[in-house]
């Protein structure tokens, strides 16, 4: 007997887009993982916000530190609900690590936001996919793939990208603002 899916509506803000994919692209030899913020009900999810978080390595502390941080500062309708990440490679890393950080959100509508490049008549564009950890659950998505490329675009255009700072890059130099205000 097939069980029936469970659809739930994702609305994701452009500047998730921008942070999470420009984030990918600044390092894109490296695996990148950062953290999705937004509100979940039960049958819409709402991604307003990105940070980015790694690019190279990753401890517990500095991970338990970036998440006090961010938290910390989240307005009272906002909480971390999922994870995006962009593997370099096969091999990566930050895959094990965003599964443990999913894991943790403890919800069963956590996020994971998976970039890609994808091959489009002999270009190479960035892609974004939800990709549900809940088996019984189906993700519509309220944009489009071509919605995505032509925000990241401009912005690459504009070398935006080489400015994007990570939590990785603050914890070398506090005076950088992981939040990329910037961009919005």
Same mark, same amino acid.
């Given at each position: 007997? =097939?069980?029936?899916?469970?659809? +739930?509506? +994702?609305?994701?803000?452009?500047? +998730?887009?921008?942070? %999470?994919? @420009?984030?990918? $692209?600044? &390092?894109?030899?490296?695996?990148?993982?950062?953290? *999705?913020?937004?509100?979940?009900?039960?049958? $819409?999810?709402?991604?307003?916000?990105? #940070?980015?978080?790694?690019?190279? !390595?990753?401890?517990?502390?500095? *991970?338990?530190?970036?998440? =006090?941080?961010?938290?910390?500062? @989240?307005?009272?309708? !906002?909480?971390?609900?999922? +994870?995006?990440? %962009?593997?370099?490679?096969?091999?990566?890393?930050?895959?094990?690590?965003?599964?443990?950080?999913?894991?943790?959100?403890?919800?069963?509508? %956590?996020? @994971?936001?998976?970039?890609?490049?994808?091959?489009?008549?002999?270009? &190479?564009?960035?892609? %974004?996919?939800? /990709?549900?950890?809940?088996?019984?659950?189906? #993700?519509?998505?309220?944009?489009?793939?071509?919605?995505?490329?032509?925000?990241?675009?401009? $912005?690459?255009?504009?070398?935006?990208?080489?400015?994007?700072? =990570?939590?990785?890059?603050?914890?070398?130099? /506090?005076?950088?603002?992981?939040?990329?205000?910037? @961009?919005?």
């Amino acid at each position: 007997m =097939d069980q029936q899916l469970e659809q +739930v509506s +994702v609305d994701i803000q452009k500047i +998730v887009y921008k942070k %999470a994919m @420009l984030h990918a $692209c600044k &390092y894109s030899t490296e695996d990148v993982i950062g953290i *999705l913020v937004g509100q979940i009900n039960d049958k $819409c999810i709402s991604i307003v916000d990105a #940070y980015p978080l790694f690019h190279s !390595r990753v401890s517990l502390n500095t *991970l338990e530190v970036s998440l =006090d941080i961010i938290q910390s500062e @989240l307005q009272s309708d !906002r909480k971390i609900i999922g +994870v995006y990440e %962009a593997r370099a490679n096969s091999r990566g890393i930050m895959s094990e690590i965003a599964q443990e950080m999913l894991q943790n959100i403890n919800q069963k509508q %956590a996020i @994971l936001m998976r970039i890609s490049q994808i091959e489009l008549d002999d270009n &190479y564009l960035l892609n %974004a996919k939800i /990709v549900s950890l809940n088996e019984n659950m189906k #993700y519509v998505i309220n944009s489009s793939s071509t919605l995505e490329w032509k925000i990241i675009e401009d $912005c690459l255009k504009a070398g935006l990208h080489w400015k994007i700072i =990570d939590f990785d890059a603050h914890f070398e130099n /506090v005076q950088l603002n992981f939040r990329n205000q910037y @961009l919005e």
